[in-house]
């Protein structure tokens, strides 16, 4: 008996059914994977990545009306007959808010505020000199500031020179200025980006106090947007260094040791949206922008009112724990205690770096 057609074709059905189901979910799966691959991989990276070493805590003691000797003893450390002097190092862009409020804070303990710029940004784009357009804001500290400026590099017909490169040949011609400003052996020497703040307490005690490690990383308190924002205490790069002769300006891991609770970062603190535009496309991550909506102005508003990422990127984190605590938007804070003295003192002018504050000038 002859084999009946309608097995072959019940045999046939699933096999069609198949393929047609590979060629649309495989399409699909590519496309979103590509649209995606940021996300996907930030999600699996406790899976992926390791961690760095931890970092050796020391830890910090300071009330007001103590004195300095008791300070040092406290931290297993002797108080000197005169303090040290401190340079203060900074890598700047258009962070001038930032950078006004970082001088007042430090100025009665700073020797020397070694400021370099440069005429373009780290990937490559020409910009203003900010600081020196402005140098009149600073006037309370002129007779201490050492400026210098870095030609850079422009990217040309398209070509993209790698911003970290750039940011690395920036850093490095800091050092070349620090000379200049005549820091020398047994200095204190802040390494940090503007919108990383050490305390006034916190620079005070390390100049006033003998037997302190010779580098010194700094644990800051992490605020995104303004001081509404507080995010964590994982920002470790800014650090501190008695100045010797293999001292090198640098901002990546240098030891294992970081000083607890020393200051404020304040990232993406700008008073205008042009200026938080402007950091998006301008620093070593400007490959985060990769839709033009990122930019747009209402969009960064919202963001920055509600506390989201400005990138619409997971957080980067080693464990799944971490990863799904900071996932969504950053809990607003009604607290202004423990911030910047001069911000303080001068919350009308910086209304937009406290609690309340989130509108932005569109100008």
């Not at 700094?218 to 507080?230: T, V, W």
């Not at 496309?281 to 102005?297: C, E, F, G, I, P």
């Amino acid at each position: 008996m002859a084999p009946r057609p309608l097995r072959l074709t019940s045999k046939r059905a699933p096999r069609k059914l198949l393929c047609i189901v590979l060629l649309v979910i495989v399409p699909i799966c590519v496309i979103g994977i590509f649209t995606y691959a940021q996300k996907i991989s930030y999600f699996f990276r406790p899976l992926w990545d390791n961690p760095p070493p931890p970092f050796k805590r020391l830890p910090h003691y300071y009330a007001e009306n103590v004195s300095m000797e008791h300070l040092c003893l406290l931290h297993g450390w002797s108080l000197r007959s005169e303090p040290r002097r401190v340079f203060d190092g900074i890598i700047f862009s258009n962070e001038l808010d930032i950078l006004e409020i970082r001088w007042r804070e430090l100025h009665p303990y700073v020797t020397k505020f070694v400021i370099l710029e440069s005429n373009t940004t780290f990937t490559g784009i020409p910009k203003p000199l900010f600081f020196a357009s402005n140098q009149s804001r600073f006037a309370f500290a002129e007779e201490k500031i050492i400026h210098g400026v870095f030609s850079g590099r422009t990217n040309i017909h398209g070509s993209h020179e790698d911003p970290f490169v750039l940011e690395s040949e920036q850093r490095a011609a800091m050092n070349s200025l620090l000379l200049r400003s005549g820091i020398s052996g047994g200095d204190l020497l802040i390494m940090s980006d503007t919108d990383e703040i050490p305390s006034p307490h916190t620079v005070k005690l390390l100049q006033w106090c003998d037997g302190i490690p010779p580098i010194l990383h700094l644990e800051l308190r992490n605020y995104m947007y303004s001081f509404e924002f507080p995010v964590d205490y994982s920002s470790w790069r800014a650090a501190i260094h008695v100045y010797g002769p293999w001292t090198r300006y640098r901002h990546s891991r240098q030891t294992d040791l970081i000083f607890s609770d020393a200051g404020w970062h304040c990232s993406f603190c700008f008073r205008r949206l042009q200026e938080i535009v402007f950091k998006m496309t301008a620093y070593s991550h400007a490959d985060r922008v990769t839709k033009k909506d990122y930019l747009n102005y209402s969009r960064i508003q919202k963001l920055i009112c509600s506390g989201d990422d400005l990138f619409d990127m997971l957080p980067e984190e080693y464990t799944f724990q971490e990863l799904i605590k900071k996932m969504g938007p950053i809990p607003h804070s009604a607290s202004a205690v423990h911030l910047p003295a001069y911000l303080i003192e001068n919350a009308d002018k910086f209304r937009f770096l406290l609690p309340g504050g989130c509108l932005r000038s569109s100008e």
